[in-house]
């Protein structure tokens, strides 16, 4: 097996590629890897009406687990995004009110705004 880091839009993954068999085509196994020295500025997800969450990866609004216009506490799930068939919960980055920008059973890419909390 060989192991490659590669960069795709500022997200580093480390990839392990093993050769299976000579006619047969390599299978490639991404693994994300912890960014070096580059921390998040908070800045960047925050714009006047509040803080923005993103979706880190692409998945199905499978459940809201507020209302929207609720009071949140900071690191407090608000919403389940479904990807490859887990379910993961999405908390809030900081204590406010929440705005969702997704409804339930919809489908989003990464980085998507999810909701402001503000």
Do not use: H, W
Not at 43 to 68: D, M, R, T, Y
Not at 89 to 99: F, H, Q
Not at 101 to 112: F, I
């Amino acid at each position: 097996m060989r192991n490659f880091i590669v960069t795709v839009d500022g997200k580093r993954y480390e990839v392990g590629v093993e050769e299976v068999g000579a006619s047969a085509t390599p299978a490639p196994r991404v693994v994300p890897v912890a960014a070096e020295a580059a921390p998040a500025a908070p800045a960047a997800n925050q714009n006047a009406e509040g803080q923005k969450v993103l979706s880190p990866f692409p998945g199905l609004i499978k459940n809201l687990l507020v209302q929207n216009g609720a009071q949140v506490k900071k690191d407090q799930p608000i919403l389940v995004l479904e990807a490859m068939k887990m379910d993961n919960d999405i908390t809030a980055p900081c204590d406010g009110t929440v705005s969702f920008c997704v409804t339930k059973g919809a489908n989003v890419e990464s980085d998507a705004v999810l909701a402001v909390i503000g």
